[in-house]
């Protein structure tokens, strides 16, 4: 795509973003900044692993079993609905190709 396939609102959009000077000639986007942080080693980055780790709240096993069970039954609950629709819908669309 060229400026030439651009209208003057366009063009005027790109000159206020600053990727056209005011000529209408593009300008040279400038390179990103490198990081200067210096990256960690594996041992370094478990240990922060570990100690983040240590900051989360876990759930009691009480609490764990009552979720689990409230998601099972939830499952069986929906299988069991999608099931029946599927049983119901393939006794009306046989009643409709016989």
């Not at 400026?3 to 063009?11: S, T």
């Not at 983040?52 to 079993?65: D, G, H, I, L, Q």
């Not at 939830?74 to 049983?87: C, E, N, P, S």
């Amino acid at each position: 795509m060229s400026l030439d396939d651009l209208n003057r609102e366009q063009k005027r959009s790109l000159k206020r973003m600053g990727a056209l000077n005011d000529q209408g000639m593009p300008t040279r986007a400038q390179p990103q900044a490198r990081r200067t942080e210096e990256r960690v080693g594996p041992a370094q980055y478990l240990r922060e692993v570990r100690d983040e780790m240590r900051k989360v709240a876990w759930p009691k096993w009480p609490e764990v079993r009552r979720f689990s069970i409230i998601v099972g039954v939830t499952v069986i609950l929906y299988t069991a609905y999608v099931g029946g629709l599927d049983a119901l819908f393939g006794v009306f669309s046989s009643w409709l190709y016989d």
